[in-house]
């Protein structure tokens, strides 16, 4: 019996060995049954695409914006968490401008020589960081069509404040040189023009901040790698202390504004 035992357990062990070292020859119909199953895969996703699913792991966009209280320039990286999900990372620079703001110009020889905003006390610009979140509420439907996104987000903003300087003489004289309002109203100086951009940014206060924003945005870029976008929605300030922009006009903290923004980019 033991020996009979013995020949089935050296039967067994030998015929494993031998299927192990000769593996089964797949057969065609396997392979086409294989290829067969990678090629629903693939059109599950191109349907998905068309359907509005973004099916990507991250993106990156530039914006163009233009707020009602000034404009600026915005640069984004998300990262997609699920196919209708991603979280958003942002970074802004704006300049803000005030409502009572205007600009007058002098004409010398029928050119426009130069330009200054009367009472203008500072220029205000920021620098945003931020995180959020993008959420697809309404898919494109086909590749044609438009994809609706709900945007949250919020963060920190240093905002600088720097002077604006104007061109002035005192009267009964021909020497020109810097003031700032409210100065030069109440010294009745004579005004020869502003002093420009790269004036004023060694005497630049530091204001820190906190910012938070909420927008829809709509995507009608052809594929769903291309990012192709308008975003509109409303964006509140705080800063940690006044913000002068006009003499005689009440400083504010708290700024709260509505904006557009053209947004350009790709998904990978």
Do not use: C
């Not at 067969?36 to 693939?42: G, N, P």
């Not at 990156?60 to 958003?88: C, H, N, Q, W």
């Not at 438009?146 to 903003?157: E, H, L, T």
């Not at 502003?194 to 052809?222: C, E, N, Q």
């Amino acid at each position: 019996m033991k020996k009979i035992v013995l020949l089935l357990l050296t039967g067994i062990i030998a015929t494993t060995l031998w299927a192990q070292d000769n593996p089964t020859p797949k057969s065609p119909t396997d392979k086409k049954d294989k290829k067969a199953a990678k090629r629903e895969r693939i059109n599950a996703l191109l349907k998905q695409e068309e359907e509005g699913e973004i099916i990507f792991n991250k993106q990156s966009a530039f914006g163009i914006k233009i707020a009602s209280d000034g404009y600026g320039l915005s640069y984004e990286i998300g990262r997609f968490k699920s196919p209708r999900v991603a979280t958003i990372f942002q970074l802004e620079l704006n300049e803000k401008k005030h409502p009572k703001e205007k600009r007058y110009s002098w004409v010398s020889g029928g050119f426009n020589t130069n330009t200054v905003i009367f009472g203008k006390t500072n220029n205000f610009y920021q620098l945003k960081l931020g995180a959020g979140q993008q959420r697809i509420i309404g898919g494109k439907g086909n590749k044609n069509g438009v994809a609706v996104m709900a945007i949250y987000a919020g963060g920190i903003s240093a905002g600088l404040q720097k002077p604006y300087y104007v061109k002035v003489v005192k009267q009964n004289s021909d020497s020109i040189f810097r003031s700032t309002y409210p100065e030069i109203a109440e010294k009745q100086y004579a005004v020869v023009g502003a002093s420009g951009f790269t004036v004023g940014w060694g005497d630049v206060k530091f204001k820190p901040g906190l910012h938070a924003k909420a927008a829809l945005r709509f995507d009608w870029g052809r594929f769903n790698e291309t990012l192709t976008a308008i975003e509109a929605g409303v964006n509140a300030e705080y800063y940690t202390s006044k913000i002068s922009q006009m003499a005689y006009v009440k400083e504010k903290q708290f700024f709260f504004n509505a904006y557009v923004t053209i947004l350009f980019g790709r998904r990978k």
